[in-house]
């Protein structure tokens, strides 16, 4: 049984930062998209950042560039996202997941190509 366990949120003033970290257990393959998403209220479910851990490629939004660093422990088969200089905008649940597909920064984010999600962790930025 494939789980993802998110942790790490919380409330932050802007500028600062957090360290997100997703526990992954059961996965049979070696070869995966890990993503975080991020969703706030009303508004769509957003791809924030992704490695594929088979080669450690590594994509991320716009939004987001130069401010979040996405990687991966593979000996504690733990994603991480470091958010840095963090804004009111970035505030939302933030989700990790996986999927069994390549990926990279040619890669755009697709939320139905990943198969399995964490529960969430909320991160709020205020001003």
């Known amino acids: 049984q494939v789980q993802l366990v998110e942790s790490g949120g919380g409330s932050v003033q802007a500028g600062g930062s957090l360290r997100l970290s997703c526990a992954a257990s059961g996965l049979t393959y070696s070869r995966y998209c890990m993503g975080w998403f991020r969703q706030a209220p009303g508004k769509e479910r957003e791809g924030v950042a992704a490695?594929?851990?088979?080669?450690?490629?590594?994509y991320y939004a716009n939004s987001v560039k130069g401010r979040f660093t996405i990687s991966q422990d593979n000996a504690k088969n733990t994603l991480y996202l470091q958010m840095n200089s963090l804004k009111p905008e970035d505030t939302a649940m933030y989700y990790c997941?996986?999927?069994?597909?390549?990926?990279?920064?040619?890669?755009?984010?697709?939320?139905?190509?990943?198969?399995?999600w964490g529960q969430g962790t909320q991160v709020t930025v205020s001003s």
């Open positions: 490695i594929y851990t088979g080669g450690g490629s590594t």
């Open positions: 997941a996986a999927g069994p597909r390549l990926c990279g920064s040619w890669y755009v984010l697709d939320p139905s190509d990943f198969g399995y």
